[in-house]
């Protein structure tokens, strides 16, 4: 399904890209060329490093804790930025972890897992042809031109759903406490029903089918 959908959202950006100049009969060659330069420029978007100060060492040692469980390797760098958020970004060879500072140190290695299952899968792989595109109009547009970024936003939403879901599914077997995370943060944020993505409230259910319980001690 994945691969699939990989293939369906690129088709489906490229068409976007090229759509313009086709119709305002300037030709393939110049279609060509600016479909080319857009994903250039979202490979670009996708590999910046983000904002935000390098990590304390505990959250360093937590996410090289989750990457282990994951059977990933460590990310090239942890920086903390504002927020409840978390995040992954690819590198040349790798990956990098975003984490928001209001996440609890005892969150910290279940919410990194999840990132950390994105580039597991090879969706940080696959993000500048798929989701990339995407957020390059919407970080270049402001006001009512964001309207330009939406057709992209929707092309990449079908692929978005299931990546997420994999990712918690992924997260859900490394750490069996993970769909309590994901409850105890709906419970705090809200459930966050999204128009194009899969609530807190319905990944928390998602990632319950997949966990593993740890067994008790007698």
């Known amino acids: 399904m994945i691969p699939f959908l990989r293939a369906l959202s690129f088709l489906a950006n490229t068409a976007l890209f090229a759509a313009p100049p086709l119709l305002l009969g300037l030709g393939w060659p110049v279609a060509a060329a600016l479909a080319a330069a857009l994903f250039l420029l979202s490979f670009r978007a996708c590999g910046r490093a983000p904002d935000g100060t390098p990590a304390p060492a505990e959250a360093v040692e937590a996410a090289a804790r989750a990457a282990e469980r994951m059977g990933a390797p460590p990310p090239r760098y942890v920086r903390t930025v504002q927020g409840w958020t ?51 109009l919407l970080e270049a547009t402001r006001g009512l031109f964001r309207v ?21 599914r992924l997260a859900a077997r490394a750490f069996p406490g993970y769909a309590d995370t994901l409850h105890e943060v709906a419970d705090k944020m809200g459930p966050g029903a999204g128009l194009f993505y899969p609530s807190l409230a319905q990944r928390a259910r998602h990632a319950a089918r997949h966990s593993k319980r740890e067994p008790q001690s007698s």
Do not use: C, M, Q
């Open 86 to 136: 978390a995040g992954a970004v690819r590198t040349r060879g790798g990956y990098g972890l975003v984490l928001g500072e209001e996440v609890s140190p005892r969150h910290r290695e279940a919410v990194l897992a999840h990132e950390i299952a994105h580039f597991a899968a090879g969706d940080l792989f696959w993000e500048p042809l798929t989701d990339g595109p995407a957020r390059v």
């Open 148 to 168: 330009l970024a939406v057709p992209f936003v929707v092309a990449a939403a079908p692929l978005g759903k299931v990546t997420e879901l994999n990712a918690d």
